[in-house]
């Protein structure tokens, strides 16, 4: 970044003593000495740096950060209060005590009585229960006209501090004892999403472990707009933010107006 | 001097050999990986459910307590001394019964429950008992008087020839009096019988409680597949696709052209002689019935605006086909001030007057009104959701998804709707039960729902 040119240095007008050695002074415009690069030294040291939703250390996926200026958009995205998007692995037949395949093991059960049909029922439940709890944390009084048109349209959701919430989850894969989800959510931690695939677990009669989350979509940031590691250079950086803006801007005017 | 005791020793012992060496243990560290996958590998494997692990069933039960309709006694009469008498059970309850119940019905402060089973108890009751609705319950203090109120699930005693054979269809609860349907003897009437809903000839100044008298309705063109109660009448539906009636008639309700007491269930005509009807129901004062080409039929009170599409007048004493262009419908289900009916598509209509369930600001309408299915659960993520029944109590509507969600909406009188809080809903509300509700009935102010458990 600091090789990039920068900006030209400020221009002032100095009288300075004339060149031929008479007397008088010479109006001239000379660069200012203090823009002079070996007088101000490189322009950046430090990168302020701002992370978006945090990520585990087990998950892995979509993460948004902001640089510099960009880090204002960050607390404005977060008042936004966009869904974001997990694909969640599962494994029948464990249970361990922090819910993922790595933890101490608790208990084996059998798992050979659970279908496809009788997961998709508890995962129907799961996205009724936090339907209501979507339209109870939003604090809105049920009894008006607006709440029954907003809660049509499907529009209500909490603009505040609320406990996880889960907006529409769905089973992607099934082949025992594996298992693949898609949960879309608010106010999560990835440690909820486990927790909620060791009580599918426990509600089947069987118990759950996590395997894999993966965070798909945070807001308007999808896995097609996301830097792999090889690509973490200045250049995909800059393209990163520059097709990203327009998005961004559009998303925080139709929501916080 | 010699006999100075050597520290330890004992004089004359053979002196003990060197101490054997112990080695102090090492403390366990943390298990490697292969040791954590053996034991892994060793731990035993527990079985919570079995591949054939059947589904159970069950019965959960919310509303008004004090009348005992519910059928948990602990509401009213605590049996624990941490226990206080609970007014009004907000969330769904479950009521432990011995056998799976088939059919349920919610009358005005008392419930039927009862079962498909050949035993010899096949319908329980419980809740008010003051017009023998529930048939006669014998005390036990007194064993010549009967209960006023029952509260817990009480069987009754039916009057069968054959009652190890027949089974019981279907049971229906009005204001003070219940029916109940079995496959070969007929229809069994109990309770107050003043304007001959019972089907029997009315007697003056007849007491009606403690009466031993269960009457059996057995002539009718072919056999009846469905009964339903309104307040003080009774209808009646057979095989064919014919409509009997009963009782009351002051607004009409019997359908029979008149409005005098009919005491003898008699067959309807008007717009639905000749059609075969599939459906009957009604809970109020007015009733609804569809034939099987999707026509619905209305007769009955209409003072709000229930029948207001095919009649002025405040009373129709004849079934008149309501011109609706909204489907073929499917099911129709009648409270005290509004209807509800559901078409082939899954939409859901509702006409009349109260909270209809599309907001505060629609309180009536005569011409049905189409509630947006995105609050039943259907979106882009799931678009498979449909309302599979509709079901009425007095003021409030239910309705069952088919995937086994309940939703409600409605005046919420004395926490009939089940959704936790006391006041009114005006659009469907979810409720939550831990099962997948098969099928509901609604009461003034309690409901009853079978539902099946998840694994």
Same mark, same amino acid.
């Given at each position: 970044?600091?090789?990039?040119?920068?900006?030209?240095?400020?221009?002032?007008?100095?009288?300075?003593?004339?060149?031929?050695?008479?007397?008088?002074?010479?109006?001239?415009?000379?660069?200012?000495?203090?823009?002079?690069?070996?007088?101000?030294?490189?322009?950046?040291?430090?990168?302020?740096?701002?992370?978006?939703?945090?990520?585990?250390?087990?998950?892995?996926?979509?993460?948004?950060?902001?640089? =510099?200026?960009?880090?204002?958009?960050?607390?404005?995205?977060?008042?936004?209060?966009?869904?974001?998007?997990?694909?969640?692995?599962?494994?029948?037949?464990?249970?361990?005590?922090?819910?993922?395949?790595?933890?101490?093991?608790?208990?084996? $059960? %059998?798992?050979?009585?659970?279908?496809?049909?009788?997961? +998709?029922?508890?995962?129907?439940?799961?996205? =009724?229960?936090?339907?209501?709890?979507?339209?109870?944390?939003?604090?809105?009084?049920?009894?008006?006209?607006?709440?029954?048109?907003?809660?049509?349209?499907?529009?209500?959701?909490?603009?505040?501090?609320?406990?996880?919430? /889960?907006?529409? *989850?769905?089973?992607?894969?099934?082949?025992?004892?594996?298992?693949?989800?898609? /949960?879309?959510?608010?106010? &999560?931690?990835?440690?909820?999403?486990?927790?909620?695939?060791?009580?599918?677990?426990?509600?089947?009669?069987?118990?759950?472990?996590?395997?894999? !989350?993966?965070?798909?979509?945070?807001?308007?940031?999808?896995?097609?707009?996301?830097?792999?590691?090889?690509?973490?250079?200045?250049?995909?950086?800059?393209?990163?933010?520059?097709?990203?803006?327009?998005?961004?801007?559009?998303?925080?005017?139709?929501?916080?107006? | 001097?010699?006999?100075?005791?050597?520290?330890?020793?004992?004089?004359?012992?053979?002196?003990?050999?060197?101490?054997?060496?112990?080695?102090?243990?090492?403390?366990?560290?943390?298990?490697?990986?292969?040791?954590?996958?053996?034991?892994?590998?060793? #731990?035993?494997?527990?079985?919570?459910?079995?591949?054939?692990?059947?589904?159970?069933?069950?019965?959960?039960?919310?509303?008004?307590?004090?009348?005992?309709?519910? =059928?948990?006694?602990?509401?009213?009469?605590?049996?624990?001394?941490?226990?206080?008498?609970?007014?009004?059970?907000?969330?769904?309850?479950?009521?432990? %019964?011995? +056998?799976?119940?088939?059919?349920? @019905?919610?009358?005005?402060?008392?419930?039927?429950?009862?079962?498909?089973?050949?035993?010899?108890?096949?319908?329980?009751?419980?809740?008010?008992?003051?017009?023998?609705?529930?048939?006669?319950?014998?005390?036990?203090?007194?064993? %010549?008087? =009967?209960? &006023?109120?029952?509260?817990?699930?009480?069987?009754?005693?039916?009057?069968?020839?054959?009652?190890?054979?027949?089974? !019981?269809?279907?049971?229906?609860?009005?204001?003070?009096?219940?029916? /109940?349907?079995?496959?070969?003897?007929?229809?069994?009437?109990?309770?107050?019988?003043?304007?001959?809903?019972?089907?029997?000839?009315? *007697?003056?100044?007849?007491?009606?409680?403690?009466?031993?008298?269960?009457?059996?309705?057995?002539?009718?063109?072919?056999?009846?597949?469905? !009964?339903?109660?309104?307040?003080?009448?009774?209808?009646?539906?057979?095989?064919?696709?014919?409509?009997? @009636?009963?009782?009351?008639?002051?607004?009409?309700? $019997?359908?029979?052209?008149?409005?005098?007491?009919?005491?003898?269930?008699?067959?309807?005509?008007?717009?639905?002689?000749?059609?075969?009807?599939?459906?009957?129901?009604?809970?109020?004062?007015?009733?609804?019935? !569809?034939?099987?080409?999707?026509?619905?039929?209305?007769?009955?009170?209409?003072?709000?605006?229930?029948?207001?599409?095919?009649?002025?007048?405040?009373?129709?004493?004849?079934?008149?086909?309501?011109?609706?262009?909204?489907?073929?419908?499917?099911?129709?289900?009648?409270?005290?001030?509004?209807?509800?009916?559901?078409?082939?598509?899954?939409?859901?209509?509702?006409?009349?007057?109260?909270?209809?369930?599309?907001?505060?600001?629609?309180?009536?309408?005569?011409?049905?009104?189409?509630?947006?299915?995105?609050?039943?659960?259907?979106?882009?993520?799931?678009?498979?959701?449909?309302? #599979?029944?509709?079901?009425?109590?007095?003021?409030?509507?239910?309705?069952? %998804?088919?995937?086994?969600?309940?939703?409600?909406?409605?005046?919420?009188?004395?926490?009939?709707?089940?959704?936790?809080?006391?006041?009114?809903?005006?659009?469907?509300?979810?409720?939550?039960?831990?099962?997948?509700?098969?099928?509901? #009935?609604?009461?003034?102010?309690?409901?009853?729902?079978?539902?099946?458990?998840?694994?």
């Amino acid at each position: 970044l600091n090789a990039a040119p920068g900006r030209a240095p400020r221009q002032h007008v100095r009288f300075l003593p004339a060149p031929d050695g008479t007397t008088g002074l010479v109006a001239a415009r000379v660069p200012v000495l203090a823009d002079h690069p070996l007088v101000r030294g490189p322009r950046f040291r430090r990168l302020k740096i701002g992370a978006g939703h945090r990520l585990d250390t087990k998950a892995s996926g979509v993460f948004v950060l902001g640089i =510099g200026h960009g880090n204002k958009l960050l607390t404005h995205l977060y008042n936004c209060h966009l869904t974001k998007v997990y694909t969640v692995g599962g494994l029948f037949g464990k249970a361990t005590d922090d819910f993922s395949d790595t933890g101490n093991l608790v208990e084996k $059960t %059998t798992f050979d009585h659970i279908t496809r049909e009788k997961l +998709e029922r508890i995962v129907a439940v799961i996205q =009724g229960t936090n339907h209501k709890a979507l339209l109870m944390y939003s604090n809105i009084d049920m009894k008006t006209q607006e709440a029954y048109e907003l809660a049509v349209k499907g529009l209500i959701r909490p603009m505040g501090k609320s406990p996880p919430i /889960i907006t529409a *989850i769905r089973c992607l894969q099934f082949a025992l004892p594996e298992f693949q989800l898609e /949960i879309h959510c608010l106010h &999560e931690t990835q440690q909820y999403l486990r927790k909620i695939v060791h009580e599918i677990g426990l509600e089947l009669k069987s118990s759950a472990v996590c395997t894999q !989350v993966r965070r798909i979509r945070d807001g308007v940031f999808t896995l097609d707009d996301a830097l792999l590691r090889t690509q973490w250079n200045l250049q995909s950086i800059r393209n990163a933010i520059w097709d990203c803006q327009l998005k961004v801007k559009t998303e925080l005017e139709k929501t916080l107006g | 001097a010699v006999l100075r005791a050597v520290p330890g020793a004992v004089l004359g012992a053979v002196p003990r050999p060197p101490a054997l060496h112990r080695g102090l243990a090492k403390p366990a560290g943390p298990r490697s990986v292969r040791q954590l996958r053996e034991a892994e590998e060793a #731990a035993p494997v527990f079985q919570y459910a079995g591949k054939a692990a059947k589904r159970k069933d069950r019965v959960f039960v919310w509303g008004f307590c004090y009348s005992g309709a519910l =059928g948990v006694p602990s509401f009213v009469k605590p049996d624990v001394g941490w226990k206080k008498p609970r007014r009004i059970q907000a969330t769904p309850y479950r009521l432990e %019964t011995e +056998e799976k119940i088939s059919s349920a @019905a919610c009358g005005y402060g008392f419930t039927l429950l009862s079962s498909h089973t050949t035993d010899i108890t096949k319908v329980w009751g419980m809740g008010l008992n003051k017009d023998s609705q529930l048939g006669f319950q014998r005390s036990i203090r007194d064993r %010549t008087k =009967g209960y &006023e109120y029952v509260l817990e699930p009480s069987p009754i005693p039916l009057p069968l020839e054959k009652p190890q054979q027949t089974r !019981v269809l279907q049971v229906s609860c009005g204001r003070a009096h219940s029916l /109940i349907l079995t496959d070969s003897e007929g229809v069994f009437t109990m309770g107050n019988n003043s304007y001959g809903q019972c089907g029997r000839k009315v *007697i003056e100044d007849e007491t009606y409680s403690e009466s031993h008298l269960i009457h059996q309705l057995k002539e009718f063109d072919s056999r009846v597949v469905q !009964v339903v109660c309104g307040q003080d009448h009774s209808l009646f539906r057979t095989k064919k696709g014919a409509v009997y @009636a009963c009782g009351w008639g002051a607004d009409g309700q $019997t359908g029979l052209g008149h409005y005098n007491i009919t005491s003898v269930p008699t067959k309807l005509h008007g717009d639905i002689a000749g059609v075969n009807i599939i459906q009957v129901s009604s809970y109020g004062d007015c009733c609804l019935a !569809v034939s099987d080409e999707g026509d619905v039929f209305g007769w009955g009170n209409s003072e709000y605006l229930q029948l207001a599409s095919v009649t002025e007048t405040t009373q129709v004493n004849v079934p008149r086909h309501l011109p609706f262009k909204i489907g073929k419908i499917k099911e129709a289900a009648c409270g005290g001030t509004g209807n509800i009916v559901l078409t082939e598509e899954g939409n859901v209509f509702v006409w009349g007057y109260g909270i209809l369930g599309k907001g505060p600001n629609l309180i009536e309408t005569a011409v049905p009104e189409m509630i947006p299915p995105s609050l039943f659960g259907w979106s882009d993520f799931s678009p498979d959701i449909r309302v #599979a029944h509709v079901r009425c109590g007095l003021s409030h509507f239910a309705a069952l %998804t088919n995937r086994g969600e309940l939703f409600v909406w409605g005046k919420n009188l004395r926490g009939c709707l089940g959704t936790g809080r006391m006041e009114d809903q005006y659009f469907p509300w979810r409720v939550t039960v831990p099962g997948e509700v098969v099928d509901v #009935a609604c009461g003034v102010d309690h409901m009853v729902s079978m539902v099946k458990s998840f694994a």
